[in-house]
T-cell receptor, first 115, second 114 residues
Framework: DTEVTQTPKHLVMGMTNKKSLKCEQH?????MYWYKQKAKKPPELMFV???????INESVPSRFSPECPNSSLLNLHLHALQPEDSALYLC??????????????FGPGTRLTVT | DQQVKQNSPSLSVQEGRISILNCDYTNSMFDYFLWYKKYPAEGPTFLIS?????DKNEDGRFTVFLNKSAKHLSLHIVPSQPGDSAVYFCAASSLIQGAQKLVFGQGTRLTINP
């Protein structure tokens, strides 16, 4: 099973709402990632969790709050977003400490629209 | 500054011929390079990778070549098939603070014509 699942598939939220994106993998991977992808642009790294600890925060605004409750689950909590935060949010996972630690497996993404 | 560049936004190739996608990078600290394929409304799918200490890696119809002195890599697809039509991203990996960071190029849209 090389699947990373993300819910919801689509999300529309107002600027005063609080919502969460969810990502799950059952491959036993111990590194999980959040990326943001705007239209016609490459994915941009936001956060990296390694062994459930936040390892990298790419200077993301505090209105995005990641959480890794366990080794197979990754959440992204959203609060007071701006319209320019509308994008495809991608989750990925990989297995550090193995021969192929550099291969990341991506979920299908959540298409977020902020109104 | 863009550390990974794909200078061709699009490429059109006849079915059965070779597709060559190119990628340039600037950071000598990258240790692995990867190619991902992306269909609309889906996440990127891992295709093939190469270590910075190798110059070639082959997997079926896909071959990646790395020229470290030129900081250039390319993906060859032979023979090209209609199902190969997608956006292809080149990505470069480095270890930062004990975690892996991937930097993506802008992508090249490949269209295979029947």
């Amino acid at each position: 099973d090389t699947e990373v699942t993300q819910t919801p598939k689509h999300l529309v939220m107002g600027m005063t709402n609080k919502k969460s994106l969810k990502c799950e993998q059952h491959m036993g991977h111990r590194a999980m990632y959040w990326y943001k992808q705007k239209a016609k642009k490459p994915p941009e790294l936001m956060f990296v969790y390694s062994y459930e600890k936040l390892s990298i925060n790419e200077s993301v605004p505090s209105r995005f709050s990641p959480e890794c409750p366990n080794s197979s689950l990754l959440n992204l909590h959203l609060h007071a977003l701006q319209p320019e935060d509308s994008a495809l949010y991608l989750c990925a996972s990989s297995q550090p400490g193995t021969g192929r630690w550099y291969e990341q497996y991506f979920g299908p993404g959540t298409r977020l629209t902020v109104t | 500054d863009q550390q990974v560049k794909q200078n061709s936004p699009s490429l059109s190739v006849q079915e059965g011929r070779i597709s060559i996608l190119n990628c340039d990078y600037t950071n000598s600290m990258f240790d692995y390079f990867l190619w991902y394929k992306k269909y609309p409304a889906e996440g990127p799918t891992f295709l093939i990778s190469i270590s910075s200490i190798k110059d070639k890696n082959e997997d079926g119809r896909f071959t990646v070549f790395l020229n470290k002195s030129a900081k250039h890599l390319s993906l060859h697809i032979v023979p090209s098939q209609p199902g190969d039509s997608a956006v292809y991203f080149c990505a470069a990996s480095s270890l930062i603070q004990g975690a892996q960071k991937l930097v993506f190029g802008q992508g090249t849209r490949l269209t295979i014509n029947p």
